[in-house]
DNA sequence: GAGGTTATTGATCGCATGATCAATAAGATC
DNA sequence: GATCTTATTGATCATGCGATCAATAACCTC
């Protein structure tokens, strides 16, 4: 009889950690943060629960730096996503249909237990602060670009884009538990979008 | 030598009941949602797990009730100290002052873990929609005064009360993350209480 | 004061969590 | 092909969770 076959696929660090944090990312999309356990991982990818903690010594840290990747990505996608209108006014239309669209519910999620979390997990705390200073600094951009194209009448930019993150993240958490009426709080959020941008009513409209 | 006295205090189902159902109000107010546990709550009064297991055999549902009464409390608090100003002008500043103030910060706490929890726990999600109704029919019963006062002038009641919601909770889910801000984001929500009610600019400024 | 109801306990189960540590073996180095 | 580094495992600990059940004793009733 020949020996038998090794079993083990040993990886390299580097590839191995960058399949944790995917699974974390994975499970906390569709668990949310409190699911982004030790086990949970681990078995996500086949391996015991002892080698995540060799590459992950502080499970806090990993939950802290799955939000803050998840968060990036939002950005970047809605970015990429709002790229392809030829106006400001068209942007912040796609923006609102993004953020308060369905397809974003488990970033949602991510974003509640966030800020649930936060109170006890002190790194993530410090990361939702970061993202939500990017979150803003995004809109800030894109309001003074509207500004610019003489499309928006905005006196205090930083204040309109706490604004609108303020109503955007209320209703998306009131979807949370409230299903249905997609299309309305995109319409609560307009009106409140053209007021503050100094826009006509009716100018964010559905095209 | 005398039998040993009687250590145990048995107390009447009513009353056990009511000290359960405070201690984890206490609890959620001071840990939130997710530190209503059965040990806990047994050891805040002193009882032991099983006792507090007798009166509440399902503790999802101590869960849902302790939030369904926090929230109702809530309602009544603001209610009642809303109802000092002589306008509904006032009582909308007032009620943007007391809903961002720094001592509700514990009940946000509360609602934010309400709407992460809300997924796991169906009878606590479906507290939350009833909870969150009565606070927009609150806010709908002030905006109307205010409209038949003529102080406001609003097209779609329902539509800036829950605008108005969304707001709120969104700012103060961002300030248990991002501290310091109170005045800043009373300010916010001010801004946008005017437009949406149809107010001159400033008529919500702090008195 | 005897008897019955039930509030209350204690013990225990099954499961999940994060964490640690020695032992193993895969793969690179020489 | 021997050697060394280290990725990976398995076993185990301490803690926490909700839940169940028989045993106990406090209080009420007669």
Wanted: overall charge negative.
């Amino acid at each position: 009889m020949s020996t038998v076959p090794s079993r083990i696929r040993r990886k390299s660090p580097t590839d191995r950690a960058a399949e944790i944090g995917q699974a974390a990312r994975e499970i906390a999309l569709s668990d949310g943060l409190y699911g982004i356990t030790l086990r949970a991982v681990a078995a996500r990818i086949g391996v015991t629960g002892s080698l995540v903690s060799h590459y992950q010594p502080n499970m806090d840290l990993l939950v802290s730096e799955t939000f803050g990747e998840i968060v990036a990505t939002e950005i970047g996608e809605v970015a990429a996503e709002i790229d392809a209108a030829d106006s400001a006014t068209g942007a912040m239309q796609a923006l609102i249909d993004t953020l308060l669209g369905p397809k974003r519910s488990n970033v949602t999620v991510v974003w509640l237990d966030a800020w649930s979390l936060g109170r006890r997990n002190k790194a993530l705390a410090a990361e939702v602060g970061r993202q939500m200073d990017a979150w803003q600094a995004f809109l800030v951009g894109l309001i003074n670009d509207g500004c610019a194209r003489g499309e928006f009448r905005v006196a205090d930019v930083a204040t309109v884009a706490w604004q609108l993150l303020g109503i955007i993240d209320g209703l998306n958490s009131h979807a949370t538990v409230r299903y249905g009426d997609a299309r309305t709080q995109r319409g609560l959020v307009r009106t409140i979008a053209e007021h503050e941008l100094g826009l006509a009513a009716g100018a964010l409209d559905a095209r």
